[in-house]
């Protein structure tokens, strides 16, 4: 991987981290339960909870994926074979690498 391909990757994986970092507030705000004593009616409760597990859903991927652009961000640096397939020693595409930060594998190996 070139010095211009990991500048691309940290700049891509910074703004990733930040677009996530704004959208997990939002997604727990989501997830604050209605009072039982709000009469909101028997099917937009049933809504607000279906709703709710949506949210926790997202909320949940989000966290996992700003943990691995982390750690993706982390290896970039200190591992000189970031980039690269450990199957086959061939460069990982950047579009893979930018979709899936955690991939160790190029396409044909992962398959």
Do not use: W
Not at 78 to 92: M, T
């Amino acid at each position: 991987m070139t010095e211009k391909e990991r500048k691309d990757f940290k700049r891509h994986a910074s703004e990733e981290i930040e677009s996530i970092k704004a959208e997990i507030p939002r997604l727990e705000a989501l997830l604050v339960p209605v009072a039982p004593d709000n009469a909101i009616g028997r099917i937009s409760r049933m809504d607000n909870i279906v709703n709710q597990s949506v949210a926790e859903a997202q909320l949940s991927k989000a966290r996992v994926r700003l943990a691995r652009l982390n750690e993706a961000l982390r290896r970039v640096d200190d591992d000189e074979d970031f980039g690269l397939c450990i199957a086959c020693g061939e460069p990982i595409p950047m579009a893979r690498l930018k979709a899936m930060p955690e991939t160790q594998y190029c396409v044909e190996c992962a398959e």
